[in-house]
């Protein structure tokens, strides 16, 4: 079901791209920078708007060719457009070996407890509700980081989410 997800990534370090120059959605395994960069721009599943920590929409994309990187970006300039900082994804494809997002998903099926582990975990990830103190079970699912330039004078210091 859901096979890699990111946690509350920074609007501010998401490559949008300009014309003509297609934008990114990076991210990667770890946050050391060796990490190898994953491009996540084309998943599919759900994804969670923050005003810095607190959720302010639930939305979900893959429905024809509709993917993650579109709909963030129209949430850029709808009426969401100032309303949101951050944004956490739970994607239905998986990284490869070669390190590319995969095209597949028939193989989301899982048993009925392995899905209401996912799907909890899901629910408590999006929301954080404040008496949960158990993160949920996520199976399978992988985490990866936000990635981007550090070369550009921000401090590394800052929360990385």
Known sequence: MILSFGLH???DRVSWG???VAGTLLGAASRSRKARPV????????YALY?????????QTGSGNDRLFN??????????????NRFSWFGTQWVTKANQLSTDTASIGQSVEAALNVLEAVSIAISEPRLNLQRGKWGDAKQYYQYWDRNDGEDDEEDDG
């Open 18 to 20: 300009y014309p003509k």
């Open 51 to 59: 005003a810095d920590y607190e959720l302010v929409y639930a939305g």
């Open 39 to 46: 491009d996540f721009r084309f998943q599919r599943g759900i």
């Open 9 to 11: 990534w920074r609007v």
């Open 71 to 84: 709909r963030l970006k129209c949430h850029k300039t709808d009426h969401l457009s100032e309303r949101w």
